[in-house]
């Protein structure tokens, strides 16, 4: 029983905000990549400050590769490797990572050192064979929204499943999609055709998610190209290299260039990103560790942009800005934009 019309106020009050959010959270749900389990949500949160994080793409060199018999047999074992890797991580302040060539003794360490406080996609979720690219982030940073896949030809034109996920900033709400590929090196014959369909794919795969959630979109990898990789991405969706850049949309390679110096790893992501800081970390724990460099920049995207008024079922608000079209045609894509999502009963 409540004791004075003040308590009866109070409760009311609480009741109503309530009552509103339940009603809010069903209403504002944000579209996705179309999958079942590919859940959304409008992002809740601290609305006033701008989501900051360091992001950095990094090919581990595989653990086969300095096996006996490996090309680069006289290199530590993957495991020490890694162990050395997830300490420069840590020193670096890494937030969200892309990770290529991770194998599965190197993901053992991973979770050994890491696992605390990091989460990781796919994981073990998809057998070890497509563990190998793997994006990660740290929980009290963000947290999973939804997973997903596309599928990326590699040697001899083989598809192998990369990851997409869709992560939440644990303080400002802000959602963003991101991804971590590879595409395929000619180390096993001419792969120039290969790599010109992934990046069909990855093309195809940015522009479905802007023009579908509005969110912003981060592409990382190693990529095995430098200037053509830059200059087709950027001529084709929205997106900027961390590194920096033009593209003045005239077509072909004499029209744009990435910042020099360029390198086959890549981080990309949708134009309201403000990137700082980059570098191509070689210091001595990355050399010893890899043949790559640890691709890292500090990004920051302004405050969530709430909704105006109660919104209906049917209103999509907006978190963060999409810019309009530059007024130069962009070259259609011959990907496939669709990602998809594995049953949990399906294998890979």
């Known amino acids: 029983m409540l004791s004075d019309a003040r308590s009866r106020q109070r409760l009311t009050v609480v009741a109503a905000l309530l009552l509103g959010m339940v009603l809010g ?19 809740e949160g601290d609305t006033t400050t701008p989501t900051q994080w360091t992001m950095s793409s990094l090919n581990v060199l595989g653990a086969g590769h300095t096996k006996p018999g490996g090309k680069k047999a006289g290199w530590a074992s993957g495991p020490v490797r890694m162990k050395w890797l997830t300490e420069v991580i840590n020193e670096k302040g ?11 003794p190197q993901y053992l360490v991973w979770e050994r050192e ?5 989460d990781t996609y796919p994981g073990t979720a998809w057998g070890p064979k497509y563990m190998r690219n793997s994006v990660a982030w740290r929980t009290d940073q963000w947290s999973l929204v939804s997973g997903s896949w596309v599928k990326i030809p590699y040697f001899h034109g083989h598809l192998l499943k990369m990851p997409v996920v869709r992560l939440q900033n644990v303080t400002t709400g802000q959602e963003i999609y991101a991804s971590s590929f590879h595409n395929p090196a000619s180390v096993h014959g001419p792969a120039a055709q290969w790599r010109k369909r992934a990046t069909d794919i990855q093309i195809a795969m940015v522009n ?8 912003p979109v981060y592409v990382l990898g190693d990529m095995n190209e430098r200037d053509v990789y830059y200059c087709r991405m950027t001529a084709a969706t929205d997106m900027v290299a961390a590194s920096g850049g033009y593209n003045n949309g005239t077509g072909g390679l004499s029209g744009c260039g990435p910042t020099r110096p360029t390198y ?4 990309f992501g949708s134009p309201e990103t403000t990137f ?15 043949d790559h460099s640890m691709i890292i920049a500090e990004a920051e995207l302004p405050p969530v942009t709430p909704p105006t008024d109660c919104p209906t079922p049917t209103v999509t608000p907006t978190v963060t800005p999409t810019p309009s079209p530059t007024s130069t045609p962009r070259p259609s894509s011959s990907g496939t934009p669709t990602p998809n999502v594995p049953s949990p009963t399906t294998k890979p």
């Open 208 to 215: 479905r998610l802007r023009e579908e959630s509005g969110l």
């Open 264 to 267: 086959i790893d890549w981080i």
């Open 94 to 104: 890494v937030d969200v990572i892309g990770l290529q060539e991770f194998e599965r």
């Open 276 to 290: 700082s800081g980059y570098v191509a970390e070689r210091g001595p724990k990355v050399r010893k560790s890899t």
């Open 25 to 43: 959270a069903a209403a504002l749900r944000l579209s996705g990549m179309g999958a079942a389990d590919d859940g959304a949500r409008l992002a």
């Open 114 to 118: 890491m696992g605390a406080d990091w």
